[in-house]
C-alpha cells in the first residue's frame, strides 16, 4: 500500500511516550471540558454577581474567541521556543485563572478570567498534537496514540455537562473554575519529567503584520458566526464577516509569498492534510451541535435535571472510547480511505437516525444516535494522524495549529448554523397564536397553552437538525473519498 508519507522513520522510541500520552490527554480533557462546564454553571454565576445578558453573553463567547484566535501565533512561538515550554506555561496560566475564580466579584473580573484561560487553552492544545508527533515517531503508533487522544476529546465534550451538574449540586459556580487546579498543578510536573522538548528546525517568522492579520481574522470571522447564530443577518454580522475574512485572506496571501511562514498554508495543497482537515472540520460540527440540541431536548421536552440530561449524553462518550483507538488497526487491514470515509458514514447513520426513526422521538432513539455519533468519532482519531503525519516535520506546528483550529470553528458552525435551523423549525411548528415569549425559546412556552405544540415543535427540529447534519458529513464523505488514494497508508511518513 503507499504509504501516507515517506520513508519510515528509523528514530528510537521514547521509553516514556505512553506515560507522556497521558499528561498530554489528560490536559487536553481539561481544555474540552472548560468548553462546555460553564454553561451548566453559568444560571449560578449571573445570579450571584447580577450578569446581565451581554456579560453572560461575553462570559460564555469570549474562551472561544481567544483561543481561535492565539492558536495561530501561539503554535508559532512554541515552533521557536519550545513546544514543551509552551505546553507547561499553558498548564500554569490554566492553574491560575482558574484559581482567580476565588476572588471574582463581577462579571467583568470572570470575563478577565476566561480570556486568560483561552490564552492557555491556545498554548495547550497545539502543543499536545505537536508532541504527539515527538512522542511517536513510528506512524502507526502515533496514529493508535492519536486514536487515544481522539477519544479523550470525545469523553470531554460528553463529561463537561456531568462534571458541571455535578459540581454544582454540592458546590457553588466557583467549582466549575477551581476543577482545573490540581488537575494542572498534577500536570506541570509530570510535563517537566515525562515529555521532551521539541522544536522546528525551521521555525516560521512570527511578525507583527502576520499577528494581526491572524489575531484579528479569526476573532471576527468566529465573533461574525455566533453573531449571525444568534441574531440572524443584520449590520454588525455583515461588518464583522467582511472584516474576518479580508484580514484572513491577507494572512493566508502573505504566508504564499513567505519562504518561512507563521503558518505553512501551503499544506492545504495536499489533498491528505485538507481530507483530514475537512473530517476533523465537519466532525467538530455536527458533533457540537448535536450536543447543543440534545441537551436543550433532555432539559426541556424530556424535564430532565442538568446533571441527568449529562448523564444521558454518555452513549456518545462510549462510541467515543470505542472508534478511534480501533480506526488504526483496522486502517492497516482495509485502508485509511475505507476507514475514514466509514467513519464518516457511521457519523451520518448516527445523526440521520434522529429525522428518519418514525413517531416521536424517544429517548432511546437519541441513545441510538448518540452511540453511533461516538463510534464514528474513528474518522477523528485517523483524521489526526493525516493531518500531523502528512506536514514535514518542521511544519508540524502549522498542522497542529490548522487541526485547532478546524475543532474551534466546527464547533462555532454547529451552534451557529444547526443550532439556528433548530430555532428556524421549532419557529415554524408554533401555532400562529403562539404569545411572543414561545416564539422567542421553547423555555418561553413551558407552561402556557402552547407547551405542547412548542416540545412538539422542538422533537421535530431537532429531527430536522439530524438530517441536515447527516447530509452535510456525507458531502464531505464523498469529498475526502476523492481527495484520498485508495491504497493510502498511515505506516510512513513525509
Not at 48 to 66: F, H, N, P, R
Not at 101 to 130: H, N, Q
Not at 148 to 155: H, Y
Not at 456 to 468: E, I, K, N
Request: charged letters at 10%; glycine letters at 12%.
Amino acid at each position: 500500500m503507499s504509504a501516507l508519507t515517506t520513508p519510515r522513520t528509523t528514530a528510537p522510541a521514547d521509553p516514556r511516550r505512553w506515560a507522556g500520552l497521558a499528561v498530554l490527554s489528560a490536559s487536553l480533557l481539561v481544555v474540552v471540558m472548560d468548553m462546555t462546564v460553564l454553561n451548566v454553571a453559568l444560571p449560578d454565576l449571573a445570579a450571584d454577581l447580577d450578569a446581565g445578558a451581554l456579560s453572560q453573553l461575553w462570559i460564555v463567547d469570549v474562551y472561544s474567541l481567544v483561543l481561535a484566535g492565539l492558536l495561530i501565533p501561539f503554535s508559532a512561538l512554541a515552533d521557536r521556543f519550545g513546544r514543551r515550554r509552551a505546553l507547561l506555561v499553558g498548564f500554569g496560566i490554566f492553574a491560575g485563572a482558574s484559581a482567580g475564580a476565588l476572588v471574582a466579584t463581577s462579571p467583568g473580573e470572570v470575563i478577565a478570567l476566561r480570556v486568560l484561560l483561552g490564552m492557555g487553552g491556545a498554548l495547550i492544545m497545539p502543543a499536545t498534537l505537536s508532541l504527539i508527533r515527538a512522542l511517536f515517531p513510528d506512524p502507526r503508533e502515533r496514529a493508535f496514540a492519536l486514536g487515544l487522544w481522539a477519544s479523550t476529546a470525545a469523553v470531554g465534550g460528553a463529561v463537561g455537562p456531568i462534571v458541571g451538574g455535578a459540581l454544582l449540586e454540592a458546590f457553588t459556580w466557583h467549582a466549575a473554575f477551581l476543577v482545573n487546579v490540581p488537575l494542572m498543578l498534577v500536570a506541570l510536573p509530570a510535563g517537566l519529567l515525562l515529555l521532551p522538548e521539541s522544536r522546528s528546525d525551521r521555525p516560521g517568522r512570527v511578525d507583527a503584520a502576520g499577528v494581526l492579520l491572524s489575531v484579528g481574522g479569526m476573532v471576527f470571522a468566529v465573533f461574525a458566526i455566533k453573531h449571525l447564530g444568534k441574531e440572524g443577518l443584520d449590520a454588525l454580522a455583515v461588518v464583522t464577516a467582511v472584516l474576518g475574512v479580508g484580514m484572513l485572506t491577507a494572512f493566508v496571501r502573505r504566508c504564499a509569498r513567505q519562504s518561512d511562514p507563521m503558518l505553512a498554508v501551503r499544506l492545504f495543497l495536499l489533498p491528505v492534510f485538507r481530507a483530514g482537515v475537512l473530517t476533523a472540520l465537519v466532525s467538530s460540527t455536527v458533533m457540537v451541535a448535536v450536543l447543543f440540541v440534545g441537551a436543550q431536548w433532555l432539559q426541556l421536552v424530556r424535564g430532565w435535571s442538568p446533571l441527568m440530561a449529562g448523564v444521558a449524553l454518555l452513549p456518545m462518550a462510549l462510541g467515543g472510547l470505542i472508534g478511534p483507538p480501533l480506526a488504526p488497526a483496522l486502517a492497516a487491514r482495509v485502508g485509511a480511505r475505507q476507514v475514514l470515509v466509514g467513519g464518516l458514514v457511521v457519523l451520518a447513520a448516527g445523526v440521520g437516525v434522529l429525522g428518519l426513526v418514525p413517531g416521536e422521538l424517544t429517548y432511546a432513539t437519541v441513545a441510538v444516535s448518540l452511540l453511533l455519533i461516538g463510534g464514528g468519532s474513528a474518522a477523528l482519531g485517523l483524521a489526526s494522524a493525516l493531518i500531523i503525519g502528512a506536514a514535514p516535520a518542521h511544519q508540524v506546528g502549522s498542522a497542529a495549529a490548522v487541526e485547532e483550529m478546524s475543532y474551534e470553528v466546527g464547533g462555532v458552525l454547529g451552534i451557529a448554523l444547526l443550532g439556528s435551523l433548530a430555532g428556524i423549525v421549532y419557529r415554524a411548528g408554533l401555532p400562529e397564536t403562539a404569545p411572543s415569549a414561545a416564539v422567542e425559546s421553547l423555555t418561553g412556552a413551558l407552561g402556557g397553552p402552547v407547551q405542547a405544540a412548542a416540545m412538539a415543535s422542538y422533537s421535530t427540529a431537532f429531527g430536522v437538525v439530524g438530517l441536515a447534519a447527516a447530509a452535510l458529513t456525507l458531502v464531505v464523505a464523498v469529498l475526502v473519498h476523492r481527495d484520498l488514494p485508495a491504497d493510502l497508508d498511515v505506516s510512513g511518513e513525509h
